[in-house]
């Protein structure tokens, strides 16, 4: 057997230690530089309270100066935690405590509706059902509530206009007009589409483009192009699967998870981020052991240490700076990810889940020159505090996947054949999509759709 050199790339444990802090959560992090700083005496770290609502720090007596003047961005919610004269509340709690979509919607009602007009949208919520469509004819809803039709079909309207797109629709066809109203007020229409769906959405459903054309007095391609608008902007249910629920229902009830990044809108209207850790935790180097390094890094003699001694302040001073060097870096990619990501889905953060667009970390990591796995672990397990004051997990901001959700149910659905994981991912890559089989098969479970072998 013969030997011979070769290169081999390895990372630096440097870019390791980096790595590993990177990927921390805050609650991860927290104990990191709880444990750094118990074992390394050089390093000194100092802790301070914030406000959960607005993200500045807390004064002596527990309440945030920014919201106690009623200048927060939450509201009352952020005034009740300044104000709160409970010792035992616990702030993260209250922060953390989530809304579901019924509650998400309600919530959005309340500011567009008046009092009285509140029972009816609780009644018309509850009867939704799985997928967001209203089963219940609105002649029992206002019998039921003992108000007039109109008065119910007032409160649908603003019902419709708030959740997921398509949510209060009575069917398919109103679900679908919902939606085309929506891309019309955002100047994204087709001339066809809307009568398609109003007069031949069965026809359009069996794929009989002909008789749409012959009804419509139109060419076969401008069906075609109206199908490809309707497949690539519409989607024929509000709530599709249980994945499209995650930007609208959230954790419901207190829970732990407190935020890694607090997003809050300033007098102007401007975005302003926070990387929370940046206001927590100040780390620096202990006085003596300062003292002493820079003496020995002078070459100035320190009589009352041994040369066992020095060595001892040398590593311990390299350690924490290394330490904080590492923190400070992992502080400034978090910030510069979340800048980036928050800048594209401010239509989001201002307007709610609906607005979200397309994002990748692959896009984040080109833009930013950096790894698309240093984005990876700059987002993993972390949370944003969203102006609302809602917490929603870092990954949310990526919305790749539900595109590819929709583009891979419209597949399925249109399959002449039970198409394999690997066919799948092949058609998805014809229509721009690049999905390893692997993620085929786990967005097809997310879906509920079985294996082609049981198709």
Request: aromatic share 4%; proline share 5%.
């Amino acid at each position: 057997m013969g030997y011979g050199q070769h290169m081999e790339m390895r990372p630096s444990p440097s870019l390791i230690a980096f790595a590993e802090i990177l990927q921390l959560t805050g609650v991860e992090l927290q104990a990191a530089i709880r444990q750094a700083a118990a074992e390394n005496p050089a390093l000194e770290v100092t802790e301070s309270e914030w406000c959960p609502a607005c993200g500045d720090p807390l004064r002596r007596d527990g309440t945030c100066l920014r919201c106690s003047r009623g200048e927060d961005l939450a509201g009352a919610a952020a005034r009740d935690v300044a104000e709160a004269d409970d010792e035992d509340s616990d702030r993260f709690a209250r922060v953390a405590d989530q809304m579901d979509l019924a509650e998400h919607v309600l919530a959005e009602l309340a500011v567009v509706l008046d009092r009285e007009d509140m029972p009816i949208a609780e009644f018309l919520v509850g009867e939704l059902d799985d997928r967001g469509f209203l089963g219940t004819p609105l002649d029992v809803v206002a019998a039921s509530v003992e108000v007039p039709l109109a008065h119910v079909e007032r409160v649908l309207t603003a019902l419709q206009s708030v959740g997921p797109l398509g949510l209060g629709a009575r069917d398919v066809r109103e679900c679908l007009l919902l939606q085309l109203d929506r891309w019309s007020e955002l100047g994204v229409t087709d001339p066809l589409a809307r009568r398609i769906v109003e007069e031949h959405l069965n026809d359009l459903g069996h794929g009989r483009y002909a008789q749409i054309a012959r009804a419509l007095g139109v060419g076969h391609e401008a069906v075609v192009a109206a199908r490809d608008f309707i497949r690539d902007h519409l989607r024929p249910y509000p709530v599709a699967e249980a994945v499209d629920l995650a930007l609208w229902e959230q954790q419901a009830g207190a829970s732990a998870i407190s935020p890694d990044v607090i997003v809050r809108l300033t007098a102007d209207g401007a975005l302003h981020i926070d990387v929370v850790e940046s206001r927590r935790f100040h780390l620096s180097i202990s006085p003596l052991y300062r003292r002493y390094a820079e003496r020995i890094e002078a070459g100035r003699p320190i009589e009352n240490l041994t040369s066992s001694e020095q060595r001892h302040v040398e590593a311990h001073v390299q350690r924490a700076r290394r330490f904080m060097g590492h923190v400070r870096e992992r502080r400034e990619t978090v910030r510069r990810v979340a800048a980036y990501a928050l800048a594209r889905q401010e239509a989001f953060l201002r307007h709610g889940p609906r607005h979200l667009v397309p994002l990748t970390r692959a896009e984040v990591a080109e833009a930013l020159g950096c790894h698309e796995s240093t984005v990876s672990r700059a987002t993993a397990g972390k949370y944003v505090l969203l102006p609302s004051r809602h917490v929603i997990p870092f990954a949310h901001l990526f919305k790749v996947a539900l595109s590819v959700h929709d583009v891979l149910r419209e597949i399925v659905a249109d399959e002449d054949h039970p198409l394999t994981d690997d066919e799948l991912a092949a058609a998805l890559r014809e229509r721009g999509y690049r999905v390893a089989r692997r993620t085929v098969a786990k967005y097809r479970n997310e879906m509920g759709i079985l294996p082609s072998s049981l198709r």
